[in-house]
């Protein structure tokens, strides 16, 4: 079983796709980590991450697991994964690789932004997972500020809109829900209840019903 998770930064898309392949026994795959990988790299090269020479060879060389995840979790990484994610080529050299990890027995959860659309479209389920902008700065702020990091409420949303724009503007595969993937609004709910909706979506799915 393969199940697509997608929707824009810090709408609890990662979160619910790990509590989901623990409750299906399936492989987690978060593909945001790939593009933070490649940013990282990027980085320690010491070139721009705009840089779209700099970034497609960042792109083909990269191994995945090449960074541990506390590594890439750095609101720089972050930022500088957005802009590497939005060159063309460095998607194109990272979907064989996500392609082959969905397929792989027995099966997946894997969350992103053009999982349904792109990379698994043929997925079993799909789940569109969002929250308001506010609500989502919200919950960024905390993270940051959890790691000890310093943050600014109206600055983080403005980096979360400018991200939604990003994603959403981008040529090649923008964020957008797929026609068939079900919408799960996240703005008022904790993640206990969130990941509750996201697996009765899944059951009534698999169960031949209509989500309600």
Known sequence: MIIAIDGPAASGKGTIAKRLAAHYGLRHLDSGLLYRG???AVIEGGRDPADRDAAVAAARAFEPGRYPASALKGDDVAKAASQVAAIPQVREALIAFQRSFARTRPGAVIDGRD???VIAPDADVKIFVTATPEERARRRLLELQGRGEAADEAAVLADILARD??????AVA???QAPDAHLLDTTHLAIDPAVRAAIDIVEAVRAGRKPA
């Open 38 to 40: 490649v940013a990282k």
């Open 115 to 117: 999982i349904g659309t």
């Open 165 to 170: 724009a990003r994603d959403t503007g981008r």
């Open 174 to 176: 923008p964020l957008r």
